[in-house]
């Protein structure tokens, strides 16, 4: 099976892999990205997703951008920082990579870009890591006072496929999988693009963690029952004050464990947390075609002429998060703004 989700071809010059999710669960296939439109498409129509995987993908992109032609950084950036608004790690990857390159005379900028493209995949995958470090402590915690499985509530997917390799939210519950600490995850399906069902639980399945897939609308009732122990969500974007935009339905999840009383976290690397945005209403929420919510396997689910909303993400208050588990530990919200200034 694949290690990464992105890499560089060993067999073709210039040539970007990945592993394509729009083909998943059915199909473990690769997309090659031979050019900068490429790299935008694959962004746009979701071949890769996910707030660190897009962040990534984006410098890969602009890797292929600076081989085509050095000279076109700005349009480059332009193309790039338009395919998908809510997760700040685009813009963090491209500012990174403007400031990089910019100073830089054209001829150098191919190299440097491709070199500048590792590097950031190699970082993520490093930060994944840790934050699967900081987090598996509190899965412990669970099981020495249960003596049981760990149950944890996940939504959409925060996996390995979301990022360069272990996932965000998935970090702490592979690395608790890897020390025999025994783990359950309850996967949400994630309507309307089922990043749960056939992202979220084809992972954990090759990765052999106990997992079970359930409607989105599950989780009230798997949280009053007491079925979970902690909620563990991903996040896109993360505002000074600790307001978290992740993917729609995240809000109802954190209201939920906080009636119940079951801890409900945001498990980040560095490049999510935004400085420039001081609260979620800042935050832009991306709008999808309509089309995602009124058919299913292009099939009309709804009267002719229904209109439908399709927000894509949603914004939880910082006051209902309980902790956010980063590269850099276990935060409180009011430990970000300081952690950022740093
Ligand atoms: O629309 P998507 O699939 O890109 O949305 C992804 C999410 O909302 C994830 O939960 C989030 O990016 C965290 S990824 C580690």
């Known amino acids: 099976m694949f290690e990464r989700t992105i890499w560089w071809a060993a067999d073709e010059a210039s040539t970007v892999v990945v592993v394509d999710q729009t083909r998943l669960p059915h199909e473990a296939a690769v997309a090659r990205w031979r050019c900068l439109d490429d790299a935008a498409a694959g962004i746009r129509t979701m071949q890769v997703r996910g707030a660190p995987l897009i962040g990534v993908a984006a410098a890969h992109g602009l890797a292929l951008a600076m081989h085509d032609d050095p000279r076109s950084l700005d349009g480059a950036i332009e193309l790039l920082a338009a ?13 990174r990579g403007r400031a990089v390159l910019e100073p830089l ?26 934050i699967g470090e900081a987090g598996v402590g509190l ?3 669970v099981h020495e006072r249960t003596a049981r499985p760990v149950q944890v509530l996940t939504h959409c997917n925060a996996g390995w ?9 998935t970090a702490p519950v592979y690395v608790a999988h890897e020390r025999g600490i025994p783990v359950h995850v ?53 505002a000074r004050n600790g307001d978290v935009a992740n993917k729609i339905g995240t809000a109802l999840k954190a209201l939920a464990a906080r009636d119940a009383g079951v801890p409900f976290l945001v498990a980040a690397p560095r490049s999510t947390f935004d400085p420039q945005t001081a609260d979620g209403d800042a935050i832009p929420i991306e709008e999808r075609d309509d089309d995602e919510i009124l058919t299913v396997n292009g099939r009309p689910i709804a009267p002719p002429g229904t209109r439908a909303r399709n927000w894509a993400f949603d914004v939880t208050a910082a ?24």
């Not at 395919?83 to 500012?95: I, Q, S």
């Not at 399906?189 to 079970?212: M, S």
């Not at 919200?333 to 950022?340: D, K, N, R, V």
């Open 83 to 95: 395919t998908r608004p809510t997760a700040v790690n685009l813009r963090w990857a491209l500012e």
């Open 105 to 130: 005379a054209p001829d150098d900028r191919p190299e440097v870009a491709r070199r500048l493209s590792t590097e950031m995949a190699d970082e993520d995958a490093d930060a994944c890591r840790a």
């Open 139 to 141: 899965l412990a915690d």
């Open 161 to 169: 496929l979301a990022c360069v390799e272990w996932g965000t939210a």
């Open 186 to 238: 309850w996967v949400s399906e994630t309507r309307p693009r089922n990043q749960g069902a056939a992202l979220t639980a084809w992972e954990l399945g090759h990765r052999g963690v106990p997992h079970t897939l359930v409607v989105d609308n599950a989780a009230g009732h798997l949280l009053r029952t007491g079925m979970v122990d902690l909620v563990v969500v991903g996040a896109d974007r993360i």
């Open 319 to 342: 006051r209902l998060v309980d902790r956010y588990v980063t590269d850099r530990g276990v935060l409180e919200a009011s430990e970000i703004t300081g952690w950022l200034r740093g």
